[in-house]
């Protein structure tokens, strides 16, 4: 009986212990880089081993958020990266969610980083298959280059009111978004990153809870890969 006693207590500890490591969350920050931003002086790139990236929004990550606007991270470490669950997804990961880091990479450890810091913490919701599945799904459900080109905003170098680009992001997507800048090698406010926020599932829009705070000037640079911005190291 004791033997029986003992192997319960453990099952029981050890269920305990598992979902513990189940963090909940309120919903997502589907976050979208503008790839050229990454690539000046001041941070400049490496493109893939697949070759130079198009001119497009690639993927950043999918970020579980509280309504408190903390993040969690690093939830589970018994839930590593394992690139053998997404082996179907490798393609169209290497277009839509390329890394920029150097030395030039497959953009694997990128894709590891963000399931360890981010993934781990949507567990409750998402397997990590389902994880990258419904971010990529989500990168082709939000065409943000399209949107913005449809406003007549074109990534041409040319500065843009930072009223205009939300506003036809809105008028595209259904809802507001946060747009996060920072500084070309000029020293010109660019066009960085654009958070959408995305209900528990990642598969809908929603209005964001809270507004996260970014700063942007009023006119910020729309730009364009240029011509030697390949070779110095970047951090994501």
């Not at 990236?53 to 993040?71: M, S």
Request: charge should be negative.
């Amino acid at each position: 009986m004791k033997s029986i006693y003992f192997i319960l207590l453990n099952l029981f500890i050890s269920q305990c212990i598992l979902s513990s490591q189940v963090q909940t969350f309120d919903f997502f920050y589907f976050v979208q880089q503008w790839q050229p931003a990454l690539c000046d002086k001041k941070a400049a790139c490496c493109y893939p081993t697949t070759g130079k990236p198009a001119l497009d929004f690639g993927i950043h990550g999918l970020w579980p958020v509280n309504n408190n606007h903390t993040f969690p991270s690093f939830c589970n470490e018994n839930s590593p990266f394992d690139e053998n669950q997404i082996l179907d997804l490798m393609s169209d990961m290497q277009k839509d969610w390329p890394t920029l880091a150097c030395p030039k990479n497959n953009g694997k450890k990128f894709w590891a980083h963000e399931w360890n810091k981010h993934g781990t913490c949507s567990l409750s919701m998402l397997d990590m298959h389902s994880y990258f599945q419904v971010t990529l799904a989500l990168k082709e459900k939000v065409n943000l280059l399209q949107v913005l080109k449809n406003a007549g905003i074109r990534p041409d170098g040319r500065s843009y009111g930072m009223k205009a680009i939300k506003e036809a992001i809105k008028n595209g997507i259904g809802h507001d978004v946060v747009i996060e800048c920072s500084n070309d090698v000029f020293g010109n406010n660019q066009l960085f990153q654009v958070y959408i926020c995305v209900d528990k599932t990642g598969s809908d829009l929603i209005e964001c809870p809270m507004i996260l705070k970014r700063k942007c000037d009023e006119n910020i640079v729309f730009g364009d890969f240029g011509s030697d911005t390949e070779g110095s190291s970047i951090s994501l």
